[in-house]
């Protein structure tokens, strides 16, 4: 005999075992007094198993996150759910809103958790999610993307030395994952002082929307799900082993003025290598940029117009398997290409 599962509670709503609901989280009003909610997406297995939360647009203009939770949404094999799945497509509703990272109180929501019902907005915002969001989860994945004019290689960013969150890092199937320490305030951070296991994964660039990223993104998702029981595992190919970097640094313009690069996202670089160069508009000069050690392009800036000191190359260090990794990130760009379809139960792309 099947023991049917308890509701699961929310801001004040029960959502019956095999049930899914759309709920609005209240937040504080606009200034045109127009009610506002945080949109929480709440799929409550039948069967027993771990509570999961998939956030998007922590930063308001970070959009592939938006689109990945949508055809996450969409994916039939969810009517087979075990435990509970919590997605929240845009958590700085107000950001998305504006076409802004930040709120309108500029404040970065990713540095404002835990947060506080009596605080600044963000941080009554921060505490909402928290209290009726991530408490209740064992598990989360936070959907970014690089800030505005700066685009990011698909990777996840975790804590690789705790065992289980390293095994869900790889389970994720992106090639490179990069080992980030905990920044105070992040939604990553706190979860994790609640014994929250978090991925990070970041691809493409604010208010864009990039589908080999959208891709990859559900993809990983995917898999994260079957390794922790939430989805019937399949057959498939044993996935290529990622590399890891334990270290990362970005390189910033010597001068201002006119950025053109020499490597993309992926580029494999040795130490004092010609990156990049930075043009002096009006007399030509050109200030050349170098690579600082050996390593693999993970971010760049993608904005013409530069600034002396402003970040133009995220250098991610890597040991001697620099050949493998440009191998493997051209295979990963061909098997997430939008003219591929992936042998999958995913929705089209549309």
């Given at each position: 005999m099947t023991v049917l599962r308890k509701p699961f509670e929310i801001a004040h709503h029960s959502i019956k075992p095999g049930e899914r609901q759309l709920l609005h989280l209240g937040l504080p009003r606009l200034i045109t007094n127009?009610?506002?909610g945080l949109p929480v997406h709440v799929l409550h297995g039948r069967r027993e198993g771990p509570v999961l939360f998939v956030s998007a647009a922590v930063h308001g203009d970070e959009l592939n996150g938006v689109e990945i939770i949508r055809r996450l949404l969409a994916i039939k094999s969810l009517r087979a759910l075990h435990g509970t799945l919590l997605a929240?497509?845009?958590v700085n509703v107000y950001g998305t809103l504006n076409n802004s990272r930040y709120l309108p109180d500029r404040r970065d929501l990713n540095r404002s958790f835990p947060g506080s019902g009596r605080g600044s907005m963000a941080s009554r915002l921060a505490d909402?999610?928290?209290k009726e969001v991530v408490k209740q989860c064992n598990y989360g994945i936070d959907l970014h993307t690089g800030a505005i004019n700066r685009s990011n290689l698909p990777q996840i960013r975790a804590d690789l030395d705790d065992a289980?969150?390293?095994e869900l890092a790889h389970a994720f199937g992106v090639p490179?994952?990069?080992n980030a320490g905990l920044r105070e305030g992040s939604l990553r951070a706190v979860a994790a002082d609640r014994g929250v296991k978090v991925l990070v994964y970041e691809a493409g660039e604010a208010l864009r929307l990039d589908e080999v990223s959208i891709r990859a993104g559900l993809h990983g998702i995917l898999n994260v799900m079957r390794a922790i029981g939430m989805l019937k595992t399949r057959r498939r190919r044993k996935p290529s082993e990622p590399f890891?970097?334990?270290?990362?640094s970005w390189v910033r313009a010597g001068d201002s003025g006119?950025?053109?690069a020499r490597i993309d996202l992926g580029g494999v670089v040795k130490q004092g290598e010609h990156i990049g160069s930075v043009f002096d508009p009006v007399t030509g000069e050109e200030d050349q940029v170098l690579a600082p050690f050996r390593g693999v392009i993970i971010g760049r800036n993608v904005h013409p117009l530069v600034h002396e000191g402003e970040a133009v190359f995220h250098v991610a260090r890597f040991g001697n398997e620099l050949r493998d990794v440009a191998d493997e990130l051209e295979s990963f760009s061909?098997?997430?290409?939008?003219d591929v379809i992936l042998p999958t139960d995913e929705p089209p792309v549309v």
């Open positions: 127009n009610p506002i929240a497509p845009m909402t999610f928290m289980e969150i390293n490179v994952l990069l890891v970097a334990r270290s990362s006119l950025f053109h061909q098997e997430f290409d939008p």
